[in-house]
């Protein structure tokens, strides 16, 4: 059975860091492209960064500087590194699974295989 586990989430200050984790299971994570997407209330989700199996990394501008993704293959985990948070960095985090590749325009373009059930961010002062 194919599993995208996210976890790290929580409650932080503006200005804060928090570090995201998603285990995959059912599949090899590293034949896959992988991302982060978010969702904030009343929007629609998007692309945060995602990571191709060339190796090639794409960020939203609006993370570019604070954000970066990584993957340990030996564990078939993702991560998310999230430094100065900000209050409208909100939202529900998913990680997502695609066989193919994202693309860049926008962000994280492309065909997701699997979700995960995804894992709250609040940022809150």
């Known amino acids: 059975q194919v599993q995208l586990v996210e976890s790290g989430g929580g409650l932080v200050q503006p200005g804060g860091s928090l570090k995201l984790s998603c285990v995959a299971s059912?599949?090899?994570?590293?034949?896959?492209?992988m991302a982060w997407f978010r969702q904030a209330p009343g929007k629609e989700r998007e692309g945060v960064s995602c990571i191709n199996g060339d190796g090639t990394i794409y960020y939203a501008d609006s993370v570019k500087g604070r954000f970066t993704i990584s993957r340990d293959s030996a564990k078939n985990t993702l991560y998310l590194q999230m430094n100065s948070l900000k209050v409208e960095n909100t939202a529900v985090y998913y990680c997502?699974?695609?066989?193919?590749?994202?693309?860049?325009?926008?962000?994280?373009?492309?065909?997701?295989?699997?979700w995960g059930q995804g894992t709250q961010v609040t940022g809150s002062s």
């Open positions: 997502a699974a695609s066989g193919p590749y994202f693309s860049d325009s926008p962000v994280c373009t492309g065909t997701v295989d699997y």
């Open positions: 059912g599949f090899t994570a590293r034949y896959y492209a």
